[in-house]
């Protein structure tokens, strides 16, 4: 098969050893997302889970496209530990509170669709899979999750405070793949 340039008719240059000779410029996928689609946003977090195995945050997603969630930047008080879970199910009770993520687009006037809440000790959630553990000792992790965790519509990705008890403070960054 040969490929033409539509505007130029021109075909393809292929080397010697078979592969097309193409210039290209490599973006990373967040930037893509939060600068093509404006789909990029950031969960903010700032409390104390009353107790260990308390969930402390929740994000269910409601588009039909594809919500990759892409870091975590967190802070705790003393040692902790975090586990990050895929694919809980339930109906949510306890105390918490609807929180709204925040574009890293200021030009984009989109907004999440997805629900989003946080609180101290978020009741009614099981089922789901340990994916990840983060380890904090009163001090700033950044962990970038390089395969990315994918939620798909109408599944949850949810945060659990191991000990509780300890302060935390942390960034979600995520974006919804766009076409």
Not at 119 to 133: F, H, M, N, P, Y
Request: hydrophobic share 40%; proline share 3%; with cysteine.
């Amino acid at each position: 098969m040969i490929i033409r340039d539509p505007g130029t008719s021109r075909g393809m240059g292929v080397n010697s050893e078979g592969y097309g000779n193409v210039a290209s410029v490599m973006r990373p996928l967040q930037h893509h997302a939060n600068v093509s689609c404006g789909h990029a946003y950031s969960a903010i977090i700032d409390l104390t889970p009353t107790g260990a195995g308390d969930c402390f945050f929740y994000i269910k997603n409601t588009d039909v496209l594809n919500l990759v969630m892409r870091s975590i930047s967190l802070y705790s008080a003393s040692a902790e530990s975090i586990q990050v879970k895929l694919g809980d199910t339930g109906t949510v009770g306890g105390t918490h509170a609807t929180l709204t993520p925040v574009s890293r687009n200021a030009g984009s006037g989109k907004t999440a669709d997805a629900t989003c809440e946080s609180g101290v000790d978020i009741t009614g959630l099981s089922g789901g899979d340990i994916v990840d553990v983060i380890q904090c000792t009163n001090s700033y992790n950044k962990i970038r999750w390089d395969s990315s965790l994918v939620v798909p519509k109408n599944s949850i990705l949810s945060l659990y405070a191991v000990t509780g008890a300890v302060a935390l403070k942390a960034v979600l960054s995520f974006l919804f793949l766009c076409e």
